[in-house]
């Protein structure tokens, strides 16, 4: 199975590295979806995680143990095709591509590459993103 995860910490409070916890200790399949480091050396992951439910929840609970602050990341996005107009102001905030406007020009979701990180909502005027668990 396939778990994600929001992961933030700051490299002063954290040993070793996500990646080589979960790989070398737990041989579970990490893939970072989205990573943002700040200058104070703080920073923002979004990883994927593949392998059995029981391996992924011990690998993250060691994850937490190396300082590591970890939240599933549990929710959906939801489009509301009713209220969208397909403006297309969403479609470029998205950091995975996952919101693209088709051959009829219209804006649609692809939910299996969504991380739920909600930045498509902000960037709505109409309200038509809202994040579902
Ligand atoms: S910003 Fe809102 S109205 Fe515009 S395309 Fe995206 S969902 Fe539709
Ligand atoms: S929540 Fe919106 S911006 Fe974020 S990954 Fe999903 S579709 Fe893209």
């Given amino acids: 199975m396939e ?3 929001k992961i ?3 490299e002063s409070n954290v040993q070793g590295s996500v990646a080589y916890v ?6 579970l399949t990490p893939n970072v979806l989205k990573a943002n480091i700040s200058g104070d050396g703080s920073g923002i992951m979004i990883v994927s995680v593949v392998g059995d439910e029981e391996t992924i929840d011990k690998g993250m609970e060691r994850v937490k143990e190396c300082g590591y602050s970890v939240c599933p990341v549990m929710d959906h996005i939801h489009k509301d095709e009713e209220k969208c107009w397909s403006c ?3 479609v470029s ?3 995975t591509k996952s919101i693209v406007v088709d051959d009829d020009y219209k804006v649609v979701v692809n939910y299996s590459s969504c991380i739920a990180c909600g930045s ?3 960037a709505c005027s109409v ?3 809202r994040l579902v668990i």
């Fill in 120 to 122: 498509c909502i902000d």
């Fill in 93 to 95: 905030v998205c950091p």
């Fill in 8 to 10: 933030t910490y700051n």
């Fill in 22 to 27: 979960l790989v070398k200790e737990f041989d």
């Fill in 127 to 129: 309200k038509a993103l």
């Fill in 88 to 90: 297309g102001a969403c």
């Fill in 3 to 5: 778990k994600k995860f």
